[in-house]
């Protein structure tokens, strides 16, 4: 049986505290599942934001998407995460990837790597984290027994990391692109691969992984051809028609983005989608259809 839908939304703009309390309520609101937090420079703060989401909500889950393992001390992650669970009642899933901007870790003064080096990397962290969180000694203890872990992963070797360790397996349904910090959307096609790939590593686990997609762009349209220009011009070669066949791109009428969402969990198990803070009021009405057809 699959997974039932959970939807979360990435809030990306740094705010007041008023507005962000505000806009973290209108998420509980709209009927979001998790309210996540990206890991980039110039954006929230990662643990604070999420302790004040927190405190402005009392339902919607709480996560990082995804924090950047270069950034962080693992000891000192395991504090924070530790900490921050407690001080949200046990509301954290704490999500994890490797970064895949340069410029980022160059501005903080900290090394970027091989692809092959952050992997490794990231290995070290979700092993420390498992070490010290699951010491009794450990301090501060996390309200969860087990914090839920996501990877973020689209790579061989991360994808089958992410099917050894993660609770969630989040794809990201894309690959680095030609610029330096840049992505360019898979095709159906090219995400079945990477599922395929995950779900041999996957073969030997007790419980199934959540699946994890993050939706770039969501449009409910009669006319969605002006919303996908901009995507279009930074793509060239793509299609309209086929930008509206990725699977991170939702745009169309009401019905064809529920039916849609319906057939990618049937095509690829995705059970849990995250949408961008941008298209957080646009996805609500989707959200709600999908959940009166299954009440």
């Known amino acids: 049986m699959p997974h039932p839908f959970r939807f ?4 990306l703009t740094p705010s007041p505290a008023a507005d962000w309390r505000a806009k973290c309520r209108r998420a509980e609101e709209l009927g979001y599942d998790v309210i996540l937090v990206p890991d980039h420079l110039g954006m929230v703060a990662p643990f604070p934001a999420l302790v004040a989401a927190a405190e402005a909500t009392e339902r919607p889950r709480l996560g990082t998407f995804v924090l950047n393992a270069g950034f962080w001390n693992p ?3 395991a504090r924070e ?3 921050t669970d407690a001080l949200t009642g046990g509301r954290l899933e704490l999500g994890l990837g490797t970064g895949y901007v340069q410029a980022e870790h160059e501005a903080a003064g900290l090394p970027f ?3 092959g ?7 070290r962290t979700v092993a420390e984290l498992d070490r010290l969180l699951g010491s009794e000694e450990f301090q501060p203890r996390p309200t969860q027994s087990r914090v839920p872990l996501l990877i973020g992963a689209n790579g061989d070797r991360m994808l089958r990391l992410t099917a050894e360790r993660a609770d969630i ?3 990201t349904g894309a690959r680095a692109g030609a610029a330096p910090g840049t992505l360019t959307p898979l095709s159906a096609e090219e995400l079945d691969e990477r599922i395929a790939l ?3 590593s996957a073969a030997g686990r007790p419980e199934p992984a959540e699946l994890n997609l993050l939706i770039q762009l969501v449009a409910v349209t009669d006319d969605p051809g002006p919303v996908l220009e ?3 011009e930074r793509q060239p070669g793509l299609s309209l028609d086929r930008a509206l066949e990725l699977p991170i791109i939702l745009a169309g009428p009401l019905d064809d983005v529920v039916a849609r969402v319906r057939a990618q969990r049937e095509r690829f198990g995705f059970s849990y989608l995250t949408v961008l803070e941008p298209y957080m009021e646009a996805f609500a009405p989707v959200m709600r259809r999908l959940r009166e057809e299954s009440a």
Do not use: H, I, K
């Open 75 to 77: 000891a000192l992650l």
């Open 230 to 232: 901009p995507l279009l």
């Open 198 to 200: 995950y779900q041999e």
């Open 113 to 115: 790597g091989s692809p």
């Open 8 to 11: 979360g939304v990435n809030l």
């Open 81 to 83: 995460v530790a900490a």
């Open 169 to 171: 397996a989040a794809f």
């Open 117 to 123: 080096e952050r992997v490794d990397q990231l290995r």
